[in-house]
T-cell receptor, first 114, second 113 residues
Framework: KAGVTQTPRYLIKTRGQQVTLSCSPI?????VSWYQQTPGQGLQFLFEYFSETQRNKGNFPGRFSGRQFSNSRSEMNVSTLELGDSALYLC?????????????FGPGTRLLVL | AQSVTQLDSQVPVFEEAPVELRCNYSSSVSVYLFWYVQYPNQGLQLLLKYLSGSTLVKGINGFEAEFNKSQTSFHLRKPSVHISDTAEYFC???????????FGKGTRLSVIA
């Protein structure tokens, strides 16, 4: 079974630009979560999608948005990039996203904002 | 607020020595507990998880963890580490339902030859 895939793996953008990251979950998984990982803040939850609906949202500004498609693939978008958005963005999938389920992580997209 | 605290940011240890990585959780996040490992330039991989039942949980790569409700701890242990265990380790917790996991800040384990 193929794992969680994320594209692109690396991105360099400049301040003010926008970026779209993509995540393909494991086949059969309907829940997709996004995390931001930085050295200072660690892993912070961005949002979770289940059956094309945002089910949970972390404490991030509205510049961070996402969506999920009918095949469970998900995208996240960051508009008006700031230097502080430089981070590793991780996507994780699980079957239903219920408590106790294992989340399977992708390799991440490393975003550098100059 | 829910929280998971990893008490050590860095742990150096000699190869073949035992290691313990410490994790404490707030009581509101005690329902499910996880340990994940992250190797350089990779995502997180599940080592083990505690859902209920036996408080000693065995995971992959020879790791185990013990759930201690009275001390609100979920420490990770390995009796003999290898160079290949060098990585960052994350403790995480979550209540029941769909609420997202809360992660600790991570512990960087460095195994020295």
């Amino acid at each position: 079974k193929a794992g969680v895939t994320q594209t692109p793996r690396y991105l360099i953008k400049t301040r003010g630009q926008q970026v779209t990251l993509s995540c393909s979950p494991i086949s059969g998984h309907r829940s997709v979560s996004w995390y931001q990982q930085t050295p200072g803040q660690g892993l912070q939850f961005l949002f979770e999608y289940f059956s094309e609906t945002q089910r949970n949202k972390g404490n991030f500004p509205g510049r961070f948005s996402g969506r999920q498609f009918s095949n469970s693939r998900s995208e996240m978008n960051v508009s008006t990039l700031e230097l502080g958005d430089s981070a590793l963005y991780l996507c994780a999938s699980s079957k239903e996203g219920t408590g106790g389920e294992t989340q399977y992580f992708g390799p991440g997209t490393r975003l550098l904002v100059l | 607020a829910q929280s998971v605290t990893q008490l050590d940011s860095q742990v150096p240890v000699f190869e073949e020595a035992p290691v313990e990585l410490r994790c404490n959780y707030s009581s509101s996040v005690s329902v499910y507990l996880f340990w994940y490992v992250q190797y350089p330039n990779q995502g997180l991989q599940l080592l083990l998880k505690y859902l209920s039942g036996s408080t000693l949980v065995k995971g992959i790569n020879g790791f185990e963890a013990e759930f201690n409700k009275s001390q609100t701890s979920f420490h990770l242990r390995k009796p003999s580490v290898h160079i290949s265990d060098t990585a960052e380790y994350f403790c995480a917790g979550g209540p029941s339902g769909n609420t997202p996991l809360v992660f600790g800040k991570g512990t960087r384990l460095s195994v020295i030859a």
